[in-house]
């Protein structure tokens, strides 16, 4: 396999007092999707927090594109190529669809062809049509998309998705699921936190199951979909 491009060693994170990850250590490789799973609040969201700088952590080491992310602000984390995208969907309502890329434009890596409204909009057909459409007219679902799609215009390696089939019509969870094999065979990683078992079984190559804090099994999707004790277990599906 290549090098990593995202590499964790030993990951730990608090909130106060509490620690709430415990060691937690993998790598998400370019071009593959990697899901975290486990239940509510198994520490996923965290995960990708600590990643981002978001949260008071520590790693053994934590390097993305063999650069160290220790001590860096959020902002130049996504600098060096890491996107991220929140549960909570973040886009400017009074803009429309085509505005809310533009905002996330930034220049290509050199010798690599940068991400356009147009390129996008064939990855999210819904999007293309209701590109003069405002944030505030569109449904959760589609302004997730919009999220994910305006990520992508910073040109990242890989990005980040915190749960992004949460509360989302089945059709559109489709479409996304769809858009996140497209990113994929663009070379995009993506590191996947999900609840959403059937939809992360269905997109990802790897998966770590995270059980309070701590990775319980990682491995290929297929031996974590053979290994139906384990999945009952942990995950309850
Ligand atoms: N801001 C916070 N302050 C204190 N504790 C927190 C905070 N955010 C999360 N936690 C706790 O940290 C643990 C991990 O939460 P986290 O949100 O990472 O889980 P999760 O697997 O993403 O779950 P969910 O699917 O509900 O988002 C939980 O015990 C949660 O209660």
Redesign the pocket.
């Known amino acids: 396999m290549t090098t990593p491009l995202l590499e964790v060693w030993n990951l730990c994170a608090s909130?106060?007092r509490?620690q709430?990850l415990f060691d937690l250590t993998f790598r998400l490789h370019q071009g593959e999707v990697l899901a975290l799973v486990?239940?509510?609040?198994?520490?996923?969201?965290?995960?990708l927090?600590a990643i981002m700088g978001l949260?008071s952590a520590s790693a053994k080491q934590a390097t993305f594109k063999g650069k160290s992310l220790a001590g860096l602000p959020t902002y130049k984390i996504a600098r060096l190529g890491l996107g991220y995208v929140p549960?909570d969907r973040r886009i400017f309502t009074d803009l429309t669809v085509e505005e809310n890329l533009e905002t996330g434009r930034r220049p290509a890596p050199a010798g690599r062809s940068p991400w356009t409204p147009e390129r996008l909009f064939r990855l999210f057909p819904n999007l293309a049509e209701m590109r003069g459409r405002r944030g505030n007219q569109m449904s959760g679902g589609e302004q997730q998309m919009l999220t994910i799609a305006r990520t992508l215009m910073g040109n990242p390696d890989a990005i980040l998705l915190?749960?992004p089939s949460e509360g989302i019509a089945p059709v559109i969870v489709q479409m996304m699921a769809e858009a996140i094999r497209a990113m994929k065979a663009e070379g995009v990683a993506v590191l996947l936190?999900e609840?959403n078992w059937a939809f992360a079984a269905g997109i990802s190559d790897r998966a770590c199951v995270?059980e309070r804090?701590e990775i319980r099994f990682q491995g290929s999707m297929d031996e974590l979909m053979a290994d139906e004790a384990l999945r009952a277990e942990t995950l309850g599906v």
């Open positions: 909130y106060g509490a709430v486990g239940r509510n609040g198994a520490g996923k969201t965290t995960t927090k949260v549960e915190d749960e936190s609840q995270i804090g």
